[in-house]
């Protein structure tokens, strides 16, 4: 582990979330300081930017030796998302970079206008970064209100060049003009197995091959599939955004994506209040938040998108919450993107809106999940297949109210200082919803699997 000197932000919060403490060399007793302090840049800059030049030159650790989809396994992965830019603290990136970590240059990005586009796309500069074969992730900025349509739009292009590259090459080994090593390596790029990580390398091999030889062949076939050929390896195509997107703004277009069954993934960064221009309300922000529009408190708790799309039975769905679980976060965005058909991650992102300390904001994440506000569950279809609930609750009941935990945020707290009595009525109705949702996620994972499968019903008998 090093730390890029001359990019930290300062936050503290790699300090307040290490567990880990110094050693006493001779004794190795814990000494009882931390393992990572904060201090002056300007003290240590030169030496760690040596030891960071070093660090960067380290072989990165062989794929077959990683488990991807734990959690400690995910973080020996190279992140292809990096010195972003963003409030210092913030909720939201650490979950773009363990998807980049995760998928890595086989991402393709379509991001709403909002926070993740401005620290995503911080022209000239930009945090999505490249492997050491010069390969890395594609990102794009849509409009906010179509995010959704345009990443489908990648995915329809993307499903469209497959199919072209297949039928060429279908038609190339069909023909007696081309050679037969081509026509053996366009056998092994149509029947590969890309559902690992290896596997995927091993195509990418084989297409270089492939583009190789078809270079050599005159062909008007050959000389088309040389410049599809890259479809061949899988892409992955995600939709980032946050709550004021896909809670409202966006909302037409989200669902109208995750309706159509296609293989398109999508990313909310919940920070449940419009972040990037000046803090209002979204319908996202939960009940008794104050925020701009809905300085009284907010009236009505939080819109349920996660309920919402579970309802059409094929959609994979999850929340998660990094400081409250990180290995359920990691296992959701492995699921989500090993799942062929539409998956929505709901990701609560604490934000300096909330009015919290950001050293101390995945403190803030387990309250929001150990008071039912925020609970933590995996809807994945497949398992209804094998008999099954497709329901999983990762987090466990509520162990504290939703009022005790709003009360260390300033953006209830306000609330209550402003006036008292409506607050107090807010907080009172908003434990009942809260401690009722959970209530209803816990029956709803407790039903027999085939109550929960989307079945035609029978046509009446005469």
């Not at 201090?39 to 030159?57: C, M, P, T, W, Y």
């Not at 086989?106 to 999505?128: D, E, F, W």
Request: with cysteine.
């Amino acid at each position: 582990v090093q730390v890029a000197p001359e990019d930290c932000t300062g936050c503290g919060a790699c300090v307040h979330s290490c567990p880990a403490r110094e050693k006493d060399p001779a004794t190795k007793v814990e000494t009882g300081k931390r393992a990572i302090n904060m201090g002056s840049q300007i003290d240590v800059r030169e030496h760690e930017a040596e030891n960071f030049k070093f660090f960067l030159d380290l072989p990165e650790v062989a794929e077959e030796k990683i488990n991807r989809s734990s959690l400690k396994g995910s973080q020996l992965l190279r992140p292809l998302f990096e010195f972003s830019g963003a409030c210092a603290g913030c909720g939201e990136t650490p979950y773009v970079k363990l998807l980049t970590q995760l998928v890595g240059d086989r991402l393709m990005v379509a991001n709403a206008t909002g926070c993740s586009s401005i620290y995503g796309g911080n022209l000239p500069t930009t945090p999505y970064c490249q492997r050491t074969d010069g390969r890395g992730p594609s990102w794009s900025n849509s409009l906010f209100e179509d995010n959704a349509e345009f990443g489908f739009g990648m995915r329809l292009a993307v499903n469209k060049f497959n199919e072209e590259a297949r039928e060429l090459a279908t038609q190339i080994m069909a023909t007696d003009t081309c050679k037969d090593e081509l026509k053996k390596v366009l056998a092994d790029c149509l029947s590969a197995d890309q559902t690992s990580q290896n596997g995927i390398e091993a195509q990418r091999a084989r297409v270089a091959a492939l583009k190789s030889l078809v270079k050599g062949c005159a062909c008007g076939p050959c000389q088309r599939l040389g410049e599809l050929a890259d479809y061949l390896v899988r892409k992955s195509v995600w939709v980032l955004g946050g709550d004021g997107w896909a809670y409202d703004i966006g909302y037409g277009g989200l669902d109208h994506v995750l309706a159509s069954g296609e293989n398109v993934k999508i990313l909310v960064l919940d920070t449940e209040v419009y972040s990037n221009t000046g803090g209002q309300a979204s319908k996202s922000t939960p009940m008794g938040a104050v925020a701009r529009f809905a300085a009284g408190g907010k009236a009505m708790n939080k819109k349920d998108l996660a309920l919402i799309s579970m309802t059409y039975g094929h959609i994979y769905v999850a929340t998660v919450a990094y400081g409250a679980d990180p290995n359920q976060a990691v296992k959701a965005f492995a699921e989500a993107e090993a799942y062929d058909g539409p998956a929505l991650i709901i990701a609560y992102s604490h934000c300096i809106n909330h009015g919290i300390n950001m050293v101390t904001g995945v403190n803030n994440q387990k309250d929001a999940v150990a008071s039912g506000h925020f609970p933590l569950f995996r809807y994945n279809p497949t398992l209804t297949a094998e008999g099954k609930n497709p329901l999983v609750i990762d987090s466990k009941p509520p162990t504290m109210k939703f009022s005790e935990s709003a009360m260390k945020e300033n953006r209830f707290r306000v609330l209550q200082q402003m006036n008292p009595a409506h607050a107090a009525e807010l907080m009172g109705k908003a434990d009942k919803q809260f401690a009722a949702k959970y209530d209803m996620l816990t029956k709803l994972a407790a039903m027999s699997p085939c109550a929960t499968e989307n079945k035609t019903p029978e046509a009446p008998k005469a």
